[in-house]
């Protein structure tokens, strides 16, 4: 804290320090909206003060610049201290300009490029006068029917790390004028909810949370981020918003984080219908004590923490220190010199939706994208006479995902645009089915099949709508619909030349996909250049090197799955897959393995890997050994490959996975061209949450691998001594 905070402090009454710890909807601000102030309007069942409300110390969720210096000026001409106001947005996966679904940046294994697309997204968002953003997103995920697996980076710890640094460090930058602060949640475990249902009940052990669910949240603190949300769900039988020993004992104590704390969008009122909280006053009072500082979107600290202070339940220090966190934030933002910060209609309007940052989407969208099968049908030859275009996401500009922020459908490029843009009046289109997930319309059909028996190539657009996936869109099917599988053998009948443009928010169990389409190429939501990204990779101006950081499972019978498991004592052994062994950790009727598994995507190339080679066969503590593999492009394209080094702990006091993510390097190479890519192996890197709680790396050995994916086998061993 600083002095010239602490001297913002001492002027405020306690009403006024109380009303600065809310946070209401900036449209509560901005007459001009016809939305009625805080007292009528969306905010109305906070029955917040009239008056206060202009103390309130922060706001969400407004899209435009011109709005938004409507809305900090309405507020200051009415606040009583003026202290410049807070925006914060939800700048998921852009702003304007959006780019993929993070699930599918994650896929792209390139730290730069997803540093460089949230710096992308903060240039757009701070010119529209956001400072704050609710990302990223770092909760750990193995069940595909949850919606926000589309705002996640999959199923390891080490590489939702790797991405939240990355992304931390994109938005928050040298927090200058083109920077925002970043906001990493959901603190924490929200993606453990059970069955895949959202806000459903967490049930992890303490070691498991350590292990696996926290580290990415602790990968962004060390990144520096400015602020935490914490999550809806319970950890221990405790919601995360009043839960102490999550809060203050561990994002805190442990890890040394004093920055902001906000709650999630009424979480603070939800400690009622969780069971957890009485009443609105002990639910202000349970979220106090774990040091929650700002309430988003209920009224529980502006109704009740005078009352527990008067009852000497809280501290006048208690709301003090929360009252200095965000003026600390505001301060460090720049809001304290200049209260419009970075707000400027005329070059957003200049900057947003630019060619440059059209240009990266499309970079974003292209590295990102994951070839999931290929007989041979792609690359598409330019020199193809007509090309059907088929499908109900092929001409349509809903493929951000849900997280839409300030994109528009109708700026967005459609795969129909797309394809145009290279093949011009080849590319003949029909709709083929409804993308519907219950649609069993088949009228569209013949149509289709007519068009595909007349061209001489099909690209076939299939999977979710993209409000399939997101907050509160589960699904406990995620199979493509009946319909589309129609679509796709009627098709196939006429036509055998059809690559199938799979667009999803999620891993969908398409075991019987994978068996009968030639080809796959999975472009996730791709966002404002989806459809020249999509054209690009169909065409091979662009080789797909995107790897699956999710399971794709064969069917939903096998959810949760993921690669970094534990061996259990009856492990069924990869040989017999698809035997039947009875008494293994297996199932009746399908294999163990997945569809795809993490790490896995396919190239128009070939990658040779060999001289897998250990620098040494034991290592001390303190001492370090160099893991690496050559590797050649022995195929026809220049490509990217995403380098993976995995690392097992053959033996613990507690039972360790079969593999663990370690390391990753994404090379381009020539056509022939071959590279040595190397890594370091330490003894930070072995260590885990063992049998008593402590995080060590225990003595024994170890087996290595480098691959192209999570299949690949140990190349070497070594032993910590
Ligand atoms: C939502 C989401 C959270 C988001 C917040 C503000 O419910 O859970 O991720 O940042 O509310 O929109």
Redesign the pocket.
């Known amino acids: 804290m600083s002095q010239r905070t602490k001297e913002i402090l001492a002027k405020l009454t306690l009403d006024e320090k109380i009303y600065h710890l809310e946070q209401v909807t900036t449209a509560t601000f901005v007459p001009s909206l016809k939305k009625p102030n805080v007292v009528t309007g969306p905010d109305s069942a906070l029955k917040l003060d009239e008056n206060l409300v202009f103390e309130v110390g922060t706001s ?2 407004l899209i435009g610049a011109e709005t938004m210096i409507e809305a900090h000026d309405y507020y200051l001409k009415n606040s009583k201290n003026k202290i410049p106001p807070v925006f914060m947005q ?1 700048v998921i996966h852009g702003h304007r300009t959006l780019y993929p679904i993070n699930l599918a940046v994650a896929a792209s294994f390139n730290r730069e490029l997803a540093k460089e697309l949230a710096g992308m997204a903060a240039k757009e968002a701070s010119l529209d006068g956001v400072s704050v953003t ?1 990302a990223p ?1 770092v909760d750990l995920v193995r069940d595909p029917r949850w919606g926000r697996v589309m ?1 996640s980076s999959g199923e390891d710890p080490y590489l939702n790390g790797e991405m939240a640094k990355a992304t931390v460090q994109g938005y928050q930058g040298d927090m200058g004028k083109y920077n925002i602060a970043a ?1 990493v ?2 603190f924490a475990a929200y993606g453990a909810a059970e069955a895949g249902r959202d806000y459903n009940t967490v049930d992890v052990s303490e070691r498991t949370l350590r292990e696996y669910y926290l580290p990415a949240y602790k990968s962004a603190v060390d990144a520096g981020v400015k602020m935490v ?1 914490t999550a ?1 769900n319970i950890v221990d039988g405790v919601p995360c918003v009043g839960n102490k020993h999550l809060v203050k004992d561990i994002l805190r104590d442990e890890w040394g984080f004093d920055g902001v704390v906000i709650s ?2 009424s979480a603070v009122e939800e400690q009622i219908v969780h069971g957890a909280a009485e009443d609105r006053k002990e639910a202000a009072y349970l979220a106090m004590e774990a040091t929650l500082d700002i309430e ?1 979107m209920s009224s529980c600290y502006a109704k009740h923490l005078k009352e527990l202070m008067a009852e000497g339940k809280i501290t006048e220090e208690q709301i003090d220190k929360a009252v200095l966190r965000i003026l600390d934030l505001k301060e460090e933002l720049g809001a304290l010199d200049n209260s419009y910060r970075t707000v400027n209609p005329e070059e957003a309007k200049k900057i947003q939706l630019s060619k440059e940052h059209r240009a990266l989407a499309r970079k974003g969208a292209e590295e990102s994208a994951v070839l999931l099968k290929n007989d041979g049908i792609l690359p598409l030859s330019k020199d193809v006479g007509s090309v059907a275009l088929i499908g109900p996401n092929a001409n349509t500009g809903a493929i951000h995902g849900s997280w839409q922020c300030g994109g528009k459908i109708d700026e967005t490029v459609t795969v129909y645009e797309g394809l145009r843009n290279i093949l011009g009046d080849k590319v003949k289109y029909a709709p083929g089915c409804y993308i519907e997930y219950n649609s069993e319309d088949t009228s569209l059909i013949d149509e289709a099949c007519s068009l595909a028996e007349n061209c001489d190539c099909v690209v076939l657009c299939l999977g979710e709508h993209q409000d399939y996936s997101g ?1 509160g869109n589960c699904r406990a099917n995620i199979d493509l619909p009946e319909v589309q599988y129609k679509l796709l053998d009627r098709i196939l009948e006429v036509n055998k030349n059809v690559a199938v443009v799979l667009f999803t928010g999620r891993p969908l169990a398409i075991e019987r996909l994978d068996k009968t389409a030639p080809a796959i190429l999975n472009m996730w939501m791709p966002g404002t250049e989806g459809g020249n990204a999509s054209a690009n990779l169909l065409f091979g101006n662009v080789v797909p090197s995107g790897k699956i950081t999710m399971t794709f499972p064969r069917v939903l019978g096998q959810c949760p799955i993921y690669y970094n498991h534990y061996t259990t004592g009856r492990p069924k052994l990869p040989e017999d897959d698809y035997n039947r062994v009875r008494f293994t950790s297996s199932y009746l009727d399908i294999p163990n393995s997945p569809l795809y598994p993490f790490g896995y995507g396919l190239s128009y190339t070939s990658f040779e890997y060999s001289d897998l080679t250990l620098s040494g066969e034991t290592m001390k503590a303190g001492d370090k050994l160099i893991a690496s593999a050559k590797i050649k492009n022995t195929g026809k394209y220049k490509a990217k490959e995403a380098v993976q080094l995995y690392i097992r702990d053959v033996k613990g006091s507690c039972v360790r996975p079969v593999k663990e993510l370690k390391g990753f390097e994404k090379i381009e190479l020539d056509v022939g061209e071959e590279r040595t890519v190397s890594f370091e192996i330490n003894e930070e890197m072995l260590k885990y949450w063992n049998k008593e709680l402590k995080f060590v790396a225990e003595k024994g050995e170890f087996e290595v691998f480098i691959g192209k994916d999570s299949n690949c086998q140990a190349f070497a061993k070594f032993n910590l001594i």
């Open positions: 969400l969720n939800d609710f997103m705002e906001c949640k959901h949300m809806f999630d969008y988003m907050e």
